[in-house]
């Protein structure tokens, strides 16, 4: 290891797909939901689930920009009805009634599947009192409340900045700022660790932070048109470390001496 991230002062971690398994509850919930709600005839599950797809990468693209922005920052829930009401319209049904069902069962599912990534307690726990700890993660307040507190893990932080609190979500600099300030120290002795090259690593880069990019096999959204994971863009500079899973950085971190002396430990 060539750098040395011994004068570590702080280090935020992103949440989703980097500390717990988003995706893999998604897909598995939209799944369970599209196979046990009764659907009207001639409509099946995959077709449902295309339409889904389909509506899920328009409505992403569209909601920063318009009335629903609002509305997403505090109630994850209202447009996850609103992105179901659309995948059926894409259909040609109109069914609220339905469309509510749909997001519901799917909502109950995603939340009782989600698990943290194997290590990703015991690094915390190990970084607790070593380093300024926090977590900036993009998503609606309730939502994101609900994940660290379903996951047992929002006691862990010193800093919580979600993007329905703050009005805005990373990658705005006015958001890594924050984070600075409330660390309390220079910059380059802070470390983000995400998942998103371009929602994680650029924007902490641009602010002069340490970055830790980690990349599951897992992390392909359901909406990927590659079916692949994300790569490194051409042309752009590498973060300070790459990673597969949470135990590198914990060795990597231990290593430095950002992580003091701890019992010996079995690697998942």
Not at 186 to 211: C, L, Y
Request: hydrophobic letters at 40%; charged letters at 25%; proline letters at 4%.
């Amino acid at each position: 290891m060539s750098e040395d991230f011994s004068d570590l002062k702080a280090i935020y971690f992103d949440l989703d797909d980097t500390l717990c398994g988003y995706w893999n509850a998604a897909k598995g919930g939209l799944k369970h939901t599209f196979s046990s709600v009764t659907l009207p005839d001639g409509v099946t599950p995959e077709g449902l689930m295309e339409a889904w797809v389909a509506e899920f990468r328009d409505f992403a693209e569209e909601i920063k920009r318009d009335h629903w922005y609002e509305i997403y920052l505090s109630q994850g829930g209202i447009t996850r009805m609103e992105l179901m009401r659309l995948a059926l319209a894409r259909l040609g049904i109109d069914d609220a009634r339905l469309a509510f069902e749909l997001g519901d069962v799917y909502g109950k599912e995603r939340r009782s599947t989600l698990a943290l990534f194997p290590s990703a307690r015991e690094l915390l726990n190990a970084l607790r009192g070593q380093v300024t700890l926090g977590v900036i993660t993009n998503g609606p307040a309730d939502i994101q409340r609900e994940e660290l507190q379903d996951l047992g893990i929002e006691d862990c932080f010193d800093h919580v900045f979600i993007e329905g609190e703050m009005g805005e979500g990373k990658p705005a600099p006015r958001v890594m700022q924050r984070a600075v300030d409330a660390a309390g120290c220079e910059p380059n002795q802070i470390m983000m660790v995400g998942n998103s090259f371009k929602h994680d690593i650029v924007p902490a880069r641009e602010a002069g932070w340490r970055t830790c990019w980690i990349r599951r096999d897992s992390d392909v959204p359901v909406t990927s048109r590659t079916g692949r994971v994300e790569e490194l863009p051409d042309g752009a500079v590498a973060p300070d470390l790459t990673i597969t899973h949470l135990d590198e950085l914990y060795e990597i971190l231990t290593s430095a001496g950002v992580i003091g002396t701890v019992p010996a430990r079995k690697v998942n």
